[in-house]
């Protein structure tokens, strides 16, 4: 082991920075950070640092580094642009026993400063000895993504009830199991949905009941029975394609996941992000060819739950519209199974940027609507579509291309009025034709537009022969 990894308690404690750059503006900060009294020895010092001294945050000790500014101090930072001066600090440093940081000079280091994950008091730090420091820097990035910041919180209730899960269970073995069971239980979930009374309230009765049955029985129980498992559902959604535009939570999510539920527009670059053993289950939907029922599809989650398995259900796009989210959450909640939710990027707004079409615009819409053309056949036609200044964006459209055009026509848009549809958007396959609305039906059959595919109607769809920037160019012909 190169380095020793060591969190070291600085609250209130001096640290001599050598420097007042930008470099050394960084450090102060993450010090300051962590409660140290800092003083700066530096000739110039930037604005940032004017105002700590103002402040009363830092200190300057003087323009010019002397050996004796050291003495009292627990660290020291070199962080000039004068490689003989960071070396004579550095030394100076050595020789009191005082732990040093040279910038950009790994051989001059006795401590480096790592990439740090803050989720105080969980603090998770990322180090390659100032070997590779941008490899540190991507290990902390994708460490960002796999602890949200309910981890704090959570670490904070267990350090106020670590003194009563000690002294009720004194043995490690049994301790360890609490641990283990607890954070499999509901603290954990409503830490992470930020409901903070409840997962104290949570935790005191995982404690209280625990403990009902006395200490050895409970520690023989805690080590003879299986943890016990607390199923639940997290729908997310996947955006319409792009893998890049998950959000961290649904990150999250996939990577906890032990079934995976997913629909026919989920891209395989989506799953692949998942957690390699999860189990996948492919209950994709194709309109007119249900592959996989709706009663099917709650039937699945609600057994896999049951079972103590943590469920991902996944939808393309956003579950919430036009996804049936709402029908699956009523589902789980009429059967006692605890669920969450992860929106997604719908693929309105998303295929929308990626042909290069705003939404709204204030030359050409004022306001957008979200339609679908295939709804219940209990729905009436009354709602009209349309409204002058309005961007139209329809889901689900192409295979009624041409009723949704006599549609149109009848409530009053105008037959020039533009349209665009993008197929497979956001996608490297994406395609986008473009039309007036009296072609709307030629344009669709003879480019072979097929789903999934979106409409949009309005002025602003025109707009994306000239913001092009995604994939293929525009069909406008």
């Known amino acids: 082991m190169h380095l020793f990894p060591l969190f070291a308690d600085l609250s209130g404690r001096r640290v001599l920075i ?64 004068d490689r003989a001066l960071n070396a004579r600090v550095a030394a100076a440093a050595t020789a009191r026993r005082i732990f040093v940081n040279v910038v950009d ?13 803050d989720r105080s008091p969980l603090m998770i730090a990322v180090s390659t000895g100032g070997a590779a420091p941008m490899l540190a820097r991507l290990a902390r990035e994708r460490i960002e993504t796999l602890f949200d910041h309910s981890w704090g919180t959570l670490a904070a209730l267990l350090e106020r009830a670590r003194a009563r899960i000690r002294a009720r269970y ?64 997290t729908l997310i959604g996947a955006g319409p394609g792009d893998p890049g535009l998950i959000t961290l939570n649904a ?115 004022q306001s957008v609507r979200f339609a679908t053309a295939h709804r219940r056949r209990s729905e009436g036609d009354a709602d009209a579509l349309t409204a002058h200044g309005e961007t139209l964006s329809v889901y689900m459209g192409v295979a009624e291309a041409e009723p949704l055009r006599e549609r149109l026509l009848a409530e009053g848009w105008p037959a020039a009025t533009p349209f665009a549809i993008v197929e497979n958007g956001t996608r490297p396959e994406q395609r986008v034709v473009l039309g007036t609305l009296a072609e709307l039906v030629e344009r669709v059959q003879m480019h072979r537009v097929h789903a999934p595919a979106l409409l949009i ?21």
Request: hydrophobic share 45%; aromatic share 6%; charged share 25%.
């Open 18 to 81: 050598v420097g007042g750059g930008t470099v050394a503006e960084r450090k102060a900060a993450l010090l300051l950070g962590a409660g140290a009294q800092v003083d700066v020895v530096a000739a110039e010092l930037t604005s940032l640092f004017g105002r700590w001294i103002e402040a009363g945050k830092v200190q300057r000790r003087a323009d010019t580094f002397g050996e004796e500014q050291l003495d009292a101090c627990w660290l020291a930072v070199a962080a000039t642009n």
């Open 105 to 117: 000079d790994p051989p001059l280091c006795t401590f480096q400063v790592p990439s740090i994950v």
């Open 170 to 233: 004194a043995a490690l073995p049994a301790r360890r199991r609490f641990y283990e069971t607890l954070l499999r239980g509901p603290v954990m979930r409503l830490a992470a949905a930020q409901r903070f009374e409840e997962a104290q309230a949570a935790l005191d009765a995982e404690l209280n009941g625990f403990a009902s049955t006395g200490d050895k029985s409970q520690h023989a129980s805690l080590e003879a029975q299986p943890l016990p498992e607390h199923g639940s559902v």
């Open 251 to 365: 990150l999250r999510a996939l990577n906890e996941a032990d079934v995976i539920l997913h629909d026919r527009l989920v891209s395989a670059e989506v799953l692949d992000l998942a957690r390699r053993d999860a189990e996948r289950i492919d209950v994709g939907k194709i309109v007119g060819k249900h592959h996989t029922p709706q009663a099917r599809i709650n039937e699945l989650m609600l057994a896999e739950a049951r079972k103590g398995r943590r469920v991902v259900r996944v939808k393309g796009g956003d579950a919430f519209i036009f996804g049936r989210g709402g029908e699956e959450i009523e589902y789980l909640r009429e059967h006692g199974i605890r669920y969450s939710i992860v929106p997604g990027i719908t693929a309105a707004i998303a295929c929308a940027a990626y042909a290069g079409i705003p939404l709204t615009h204030r030359d050409h819409a």
């Open 457 to 477: 109607v309005g002025a602003v769809a025109a707009l994306a022969a000239q913001n092009h920037w995604f994939a293929a160019a525009p069909l406008d012909r």
